[in-house]
C-alpha cells in the first residue's frame, strides 16, 4: 500500500492533505512539565528512545537551515523540544487510528488535536498543530514525507511551535501497517 500523509489547520480538513494550525488559547492554567524527564528525554512509559532521537534530529536540522516548503520559503528556526505529554497524546490518536482503522485528524469519539493535548495535561497553549502519515516504515522516511508535502512541511516550520512529540502505532489488521502522530505546541 503507498504511503499516505495528512496535516490538519485550524479551519480546513481534506482526506488527501490537510494541515492542522491552532494558535487560539488552548486553556486557562498551564501544567508544569517533568523538567527531569524532559530534560533527559526520556519519556516515563513509552519506547522508541532512538526513534525519538531521530525524529526530533531530523525536524531540528530542517528548522536550523530553514526549509523551502512548496512556495513558501522559512528562516531558520529555533529547535523544538521533545514534550513527554505530546508524545502520550500523538501515541494515543496513533492507538486510536490502528485499533479503529481510519486515517484522520478528528479522533474515533470526535476528538479534534487540540482537544487531545488539553485532555493529556498540555494546558494554557498558545499553538497546536499536526502532522499525521500512514504506511512510512522509518523515521526518516516519515519526516522526508512531511517536508515534501508544503502543508506538514510548514507545520514542521512554524516558528510559533515550542514543543513536539511523535509516536507511531504498528498495525496488523488495518488498512497500513504503521500510523504516525506529529504534535506540536508552544506554552
Known amino acids: 500500500m503507498k504511503p499516505y500523509l495528512s496535516i490538519i489547520t485550524a479551519s480546513t480538513l481534506c482526506l488527501t492533505l490537510t494541515a492542522c494550525f491552532d494558535d487560539s488559547d488552548g486553556s486557562s492554567d498551564s501544567d508544569e512539565q517533568d523538567t527531569a524527564s524532559e530534560a533527559s528525554g526520556f519519556c516515563p512509559n513509552s519506547e522508541g528512545q532512538e526513534d525519538r532521537e531521530e525524529l526530533l534530529r531530523l525536524v531540528n536540522e530542517a528548522r536550523e537551515s530553514g526549509y523551502t516548503c512548496g512556495d513558501t520559503t522559512y528562516e531558520p528556526a529555533e529547535p523544538l523540544s521533545w514534550h513527554c505529554t505530546i508524545e502520550s497524546a500523538a501515541r494515543g490518536h496513533s492507538k486510536d487510528m490502528v485499533s479503529n482503522d481510519f ?46 508535502s508544503p502543508g506538514h512541511c510548514s507545520n514542521i516550520m512554524n516558528p510559533a511551535f515550542e514543543d513536539m512529540g511523535v509516536a507511531h502505532e504498528l498495525a496488523s489488521d488495518a488498512q497500513y501497517s504503521i500510523y504516525w502522530t506529529q504534535k506540536f505546541g508552544a506554552q
Not at 493535548?117 to 522516511?141: M, R, S
Open 103 to 148: 486515517f484522520s485528524h478528528t479522533g474515533s469519539e470526535g476528538s479534534q488535536p487540540s482537544q487531545r493535548l488539553d485532555n493529556e495535561g498540555y494546558t494554557g497553549w498558545t499553538a497546536v498543530g499536526e502532522n499525521i502519515a500512514a504506511g512510512q516504515p522509518t523515521p526518516a522516511a516519515v519526516v522526508q514525507g512531511w517536508l515534501d
